[in-house]
């Protein structure tokens, strides 16, 4: 075992974490820890683009109005002010971080429209455009003398009284770092700071179909839950109306941006059927569009839909989506220019999270959550396209200013953290067990917890998923930790903290949809928190 010791801890390589490091690196050394490759996170595979007010056809009142919509009236005021007024600066700052955007013959940015904007905001890179951040964010940050890199290792749990030595009661509810795998050596080690900073992404892979990269499965959140930190509105999960049907390889999206560009959603029978359900039609918000597709579906028996791209302009479109039109290609054998995409809903992202407040803090000292894995109160019961990656430049900043700005006196120093005890052993035999037991609750929480729930459902899936947890928790704590059994524990933890928000919930609201409370009710105009 080792014990790692630097002023800052971030636990995750997307634009939150990475943002944040080279942020805060001036001021003392960071080690920067990741579960895979830097580049293996959402951040990379976002395709549509990110939001801020950069024409003067907009306006931040705009963008604010148009959030609030699609959050259905849950988001908090002073985060959305803190979106639409200090987004155009944050990416300013990436474009002077080398991310280049795409432009227009004019050498204006090519703003693009997405579902629940009423005006062209989306800054994009074709339809790569995480990718392009990604790729400039860790060039800079492998650049920086003061940020050590760690790739495969797996934060295990956050280090806090409860397993330090020679505690004081001054210590109370203080984040001191993290226990941490070392996947490739099988070594837990200890990662010590004196802040904190959780940007470990999404949890969607808690779902059966989503479109997450594997690696996203909730672990700071679980992290934080296990250490008796705030999480809110975890009932919010978000469906993507358009995930690539294809049941034979990993899930791919197919951006909003496509249907920002023309395209038409229609059904089994090659009929458009938006108008029934909303007058924005595609471009409506993403819970509207994906019940609309789920309720198609489930008319015609079918297991997709079709986006319609066929009667565009055929080089504009290959011109703009290149990465889904060589993947459709490549994957499926279709040409998007001259047959229709085959698309169904798949969980995309997580609404709620770590509860924060305006500078990223949590509810324990010294630890700040930032990206997907906090609940800033932005997006409140419905995330609008491409605001997810401004909000996380937004808040790592806020946190690298609080930090940077905050007197620390490390009254700490002499607490001493004992080693991880693994006592346990390997049996490779109930690999199968972990397997079995992660595609069950996968399939709970497609059935029970999905686009549409109901009370019954709920209370079905919560006493499945109690029993899950209690086996897999009997079997985390008699064997050796892996990757494999840490993911299937914090994906059960997901599971439990979105079944027990939704059951609170008794209303429908944004992406909460319960059959039993088709209405929305006024006395649920906030936050759900456990």
């Known amino acids: 075992m080792s014990i790692n010791k630097s ?11 990475l943002s944040f490091a080279l942020k805060v690196a001036d001021s003392g050394n960071v080690n920067l820890i990741t579960k895979s490759k830097m580049s293996d996170c959402n951040t990379s595979k976002a395709q549509g683009g990110i939001a801020a007010v950069m024409s003067s056809n907009d306006s931040s009142e705009q963008h604010k109005k148009d959030t609030m919509i699609a959050g259905v ?4 005021n002073d985060s959305l002010d ?39 905001r989306v800054l994009h890179k074709a339809d790569a455009t995480g990718e392009e951040i990604e790729e400039s964010l860790i060039k800079k940050v492998k650049d920086h ?18 397993q330090v030595r020679n ?11 993290a226990y941490v795998l070392d996947k490739e050596s099988d070594n837990v080690d200890i990662f010590r700071a004196n802040f904190t900073m959780l940007a470990t992404g999404g949890a969607a892979r808690v779902y059966l179909h989503s ?19 705030r999480i809110a509105n975890m009932e919010f999960i978000q469906f993507h109306p358009t995930a690539l049907y294809d049941p034979h390889n990993k899930p791919f999206l197919i951006s909003e941006a496509l249907r920002g560009f023309g395209g038409k959603l229609k059904n089994g ?11 924005r039609l595609e471009l409506a918000p993403r819970d509207i569009v994906a019940r609309a597709i789920d309720s198609e579906m489930k008319k015609d028996g079918s297991d997709f839909v079709y986006l319609d791209m066929t009667s565009l302009n055929l080089s504009e479109v290959k011109k703009r989506f290149p990465t889904i039109f060589k993947h459709c290609i490549d994957y499926l054998n279709i040409d998007i220019t001259k047959k229709m995409i085959p698309v169904v809903p798949a969980a995309h992202y997580i609404c709620g999270g770590i509860m924060t407040n305006m500078s990223g803090n949590t509810s324990m000292h010294n630890l700040y959550a930032s990206g997907e894995t906090a609940h800033t109160g932005i997006h409140g019961a419905n995330r609008l396209a491409s605001n997810s990656l401004t909000e996380a430049l937004i808040f790592s900043h806020r946190a690298a200013l609080k930090i940077l700005n905050k007197k620390f006196e490390n009254e700490f120093e002499n607490i001493e953290i004992p080693e991880w005890k693994d006592d346990g052993k390997l049996n490779p035999n109930e690999w199968i067990l972990i397997k079995h037991n992660t595609k069950e609750l996968q399939n709970i929480m497609w059935d029970y917890v999905g686009i549409i729930r109901s009370r019954p459902h709920l209370n079905r899936a919560l006493r499945r998923t109690q029993m899950l947890y209690d086996e897999i928790e009997n079997y985390y704590k008699r064997t050796k930790v892996r990757d ?6 914090n994906l059960t933890t997901i599971a439990y903290l979105i079944i027990r928000s939704a059951l609170r919930r008794e209303e429908s609201r944004g992406l909460h949809f319960m059959s039993d409370y088709p209405d929305k009710d006024d006395k649920f105009y906030k936050d759900t928190i456990i």
């Not at 002023?7 to 974490?17: E, N, P, R």
Request: with cysteine; glycine share 10%; charged share 25%.
């Open 7 to 17: 002023k800052y801890l971030v636990i995750g390589s997307g634009i939150a974490g």
């Open 145 to 162: 003398p003061n940020i050590n890199i760690y790739e495969n290792r797996f934060a295990i749990d956050l280090i806090t009284e409860h």
């Open 73 to 76: 009236g849950l988001c908090h």
């Open 484 to 489: 494999s059994i840490l993911e299937l524990r």
């Open 269 to 279: 029978n090659g009929i458009e059927f938006m108008k029934k359900y909303d007058k």
């Open 211 to 229: 479109t997450n990269p594997e690696v996203d499965t909730g672990d700071g959140i679980a992290m934080a839950y296990r250490a008796s930190v």
């Open 82 to 120: 803190a979106l639409v007024n200090e987004g155009p600066e944050r990416i300013r700052e990436l474009i002077d971080w080398g991310v280049e955007f795409t432009k227009q013959e004019n050498g204006e940015y090519d703003l693009t429209k997405e579902g629940g904007h009423s005006q062209r």
């Open 167 to 177: 505690n004081l009661q001054s210590a109370f509810n203080v984040c001191f770092g």
